[in-house]
Structure formats: C-alpha cells, structure tokens
C-alpha cells in the first residue's frame, strides 16, 4: 500500500508551509532572476534589500522559459491505470529520452523553491535585530518520498521497491558511510531517499 501511494504521487511536488504573515508563491531559479510580476518582483527586493546586488535582468519570458517553469511548479501527474499498458510504457520511454537531452538538463536545473521569512525575533534576540541575516531561507519543493526506518529494514525496504514496483524508481540509499547530496539534487534526482532512523538528515 505504501508503495502503490508513492507511485501515485511521484510526480506531485510538495507545497509551501503555510503563513498567516507572508505569501509564498512557488517559484523556480529561472522565474526569480528573469520573470516579471508583483510576486517575483517582490521576493527579489526581499533577498536583496540592504545588499549591493545587481538584479538580473526582468523580461518577457520565451515560450521556452514559460514552458521550463511550468513543467517544475506544476508537473503532469496523471498516471495509468495499468502500468502494463503500451502508451504508458511509451510514455515512460520517452520521459527517459528527454532526461538524457540538453532540455532535461534545463529542467532538473530548474528547482521549485518557495521563500521562508524568519520571524519577528523574541526575548534577547529582540535586542540584536539588526545583527540577524533577514534574508528568507530557501526551502526547496520536491516530489520525492523520504521514508525513515529501522536500520535492519533498509536493505528489505531497498528488495521490496525492486520486487514490487513495475514501474522503475530513482531510489537513494542513505547508509552510514553513504555521502549526503545537497538539497538541490535531493529535491529533483530522485523518486526515493531511504535511510535508518539515526541518521542525520540536514542538509
């Protein structure tokens, strides 16, 4: 069963934390440099405001552009009710023709992210405001499934995604020695990252 849910959903990106105090529109690298709109154009006086930076230059996006941003903030989910089926197999093929192209390349690269803005400080911290970085932290959306267990159940969990899954997962073993990926490439290369429940997931 929770297998079957993880396929479902393998395409379907996480959403922002909501926030009573500020928007947090889904954006992605290529929207926050180059797109106009009062909610791009705002995020970015936001990272910047106080800092000797050079903002990128605003324009009308290309139908490319438009295209890459749409495909990461609101990607097709639809899935096949019977994976056995030609036309999905043949979807899936040329999913995987795409990823090896120079475009699949621009859309990994493409990472949605929202912006999360820290709070009014508190206490002590009330006293050293202007000390505080208040630049928003960059919290990055995913499709992927983090699944936490018991170190004698990660190599089982690793047989029963290749067991039962006909549809071919990109799944990441985090072991102890295993080397962590940034949060970039954890958000966008795989479907799967697995590991045991002592293991430090901060990133």
Not at 27 to 35: C, G, Q, V
Not at 117 to 126: A, F, K
Not at 128 to 147: E, G, H
Request: with cysteine; aromatic share 6%; glycine share 2%.
């Amino acid at each position: 069963m929770m297998l079957s849910l993880i396929v479902a959903t393998r395409k379907q990106i996480s959403s922002p934390e909501p926030s009573i105090v500020d928007d947090r529109p889904v954006m992605t690298p290529l929207a926050f440099r180059h797109f106009p709109g009062s909610e791009f154009t705002l995020a970015r006086k936001r990272m910047f405001a106080g800092r000797r930076h050079t903002i990128e230059e605003v324009r009308v996006p290309s139908l490319v552009e438009l295209l890459l941003h749409r495909a990461r903030t609101n990607p097709y989910c639809d899935i096949d009710k019977v994976l056995s089926n030609n036309r999905h197999r043949r979807s899936l093929e040329r999913e995987e023709e795409v990823n090896t192209l120079p475009l699949g390349k621009m859309i990994r690269a493409n990472v949605p992210f929202y912006h999360h803005y820290l709070g009014e400080p508190i206490n002590r911290e009330r006293a050293q405001r202007n000390k505080i970085d208040q630049r928003p932290k960059v919290i990055y959306l995913t499709s992927a499934t983090l699944i936490v267990v018991p170190s004698n159940l990660l190599s089982q969990w690793d047989r029963e995604i290749t067991k039962h899954c006909e549809l071919s997962l990109k799944v990441l073993i985090l072991r102890t020695k295993t080397v962590m990926p940034t949060a970039r490439k954890l958000a966008t290369n795989y479907d799967v990252s697995a590991g045991y429940d002592s293991c430090k997931y901060s990133c």
